[in-house]
């Protein structure tokens, strides 16, 4: 008796089970995957580029001399991290940027350039919080300059579309357009090829220097503008949005305008992420597509297979207590 009694309970017990799995498997896509998709507020990366760049002594330029290094060993470290403002819907970015000469060994002679961004993003998307504002620290002993940013910055987002997206650049202070180039396959991984220029802009102004450095006459001097021009290319990692690859050129000069044929080359470097940098973002990228694909792709799926394998056993087991 307690045997024949027991086949219902189990059938509902299964029909039971079945409708829950139903609900987990809607409920993943809807509810689980926007809260799960977002980028961990502990995470904490550096990337390194090495490369070569032409440098002038902007000094030496002022005091009516030239001086030239060329093919000049340089590294460009970028450090991320994660301050307040932080919650569960955004992060707030700091990223400390340095280009400094392999060849000096004092740290403080060998730096190029440095400078300390702050941004607010939304931990899904990774664009900017809108009506916040970023704070870009250039000088030890200075105020932060503050200014709107419209584009992606460290990461792109989720599920990343084969398509243009705005990127903010740290030396022009402005975004502009990373356009899609290919889909390319790199030691097995399957990436989008992006790449963007950034048009001259002017990033300083007003110093007097000679004249004869801009086809001027000897003992002449003249007012110039310091002018940066750049191509970045990005290689990165759809399902998550990581860049898995880096590589920028740039350059930096002087002139009384900036079509002029006249100018001063003050710094110009072709660099790319080192191969330490290439392997540990390689790394991350496989591990974080491989959680995605595991725990919020397949999971809905094996969760409905399972909804409706429990719900046929149920509905079975009703139907033969009723036959019987």
């Not at 059938?11 to 809607?26: E, K």
């Not at 009506?131 to 599920?159: M, N």
């Not at 002449?220 to 860049?243: C, F, M, Q, S």
């Not at 710094?267 to 080192?274: F, P, T």
């Amino acid at each position: 008796m307690s045997t024949s009694r027991s086949h219902p309970r189990a059938a509902l017990a299964a029909i039971g089970l079945g409708v829950a799995l139903g609900v987990i498997a809607i409920a993943f896509p809807v509810y689980v995957e926007p809260h799960a998709l977002k980028v961990p507020l502990t995470i904490q990366a550096s990337s390194t580029a090495t490369g070569t760049a032409t440098i002038v002594d902007a000094a030496a330029v002022i005091r009516e001399k030239k001086v030239v290094s060329r093919r000049v060993p340089v590294r460009a470290t970028q450090r991320v991290s994660v301050i307040e403002p932080s919650d569960d819907d955004i992060m707030t970015i700091q990223t400390a940027h340095r280009i400094s000469r392999d060849d000096i060994g004092d740290p403080q002679g060998a730096t190029l350039t440095a400078a300390v961004t702050q941004i607010t993003v939304d931990r899904r998307t990774g664009y900017p919080k809108p009506g916040t504002a970023a704070k870009i620290f250039t000088k030890a002993d200075a105020e932060a300059e503050s200014l709107v940013v419209d584009g992606l910055h460290f990461k792109f987002p989720f599920e990343t579309k084969a398509g243009p997206y705005r990127f903010f650049d740290h030396t022009a202070h402005n975004s502009y357009t990373m356009e899609f180039q290919s889909a390319e396959e790199v030691d097995g991984l399957e990436v989008y090829h992006f790449k963007s220029e950034t048009p001259v802009v002017t990033i300083g102004g007003g110093v007097s220097l000679p004249a004869e450095h801009f086809g001027g006459n000897v003992g002449d001097r003249l007012t110039a503008n310091r002018y940066y021009h750049a191509v970045r290319d990005l290689w990165v990692e759809p399902r998550t949005g990581l860049i898995v690859d880096a590589r920028q050129s740039a350059r930096q000069y002087v002139a009384p305008d900036p079509n002029s044929r006249h100018r001063v080359t003050l710094i110009e470097v072709d660099a790319g992420w080192d191969e330490a940098t290439r392997t540990e973002q390689f790394a991350s990228a496989t591990e974080a597509k491989a959680l995605i694909q595991w725990g919020l792709r397949r999971a809905p799926w094996l969760a409905g297979l399972a909804a409706a394998a429990s719900l046929a056993l149920g509905v079975i087991g009703l139907r033969r207590r009723r036959a019987s």
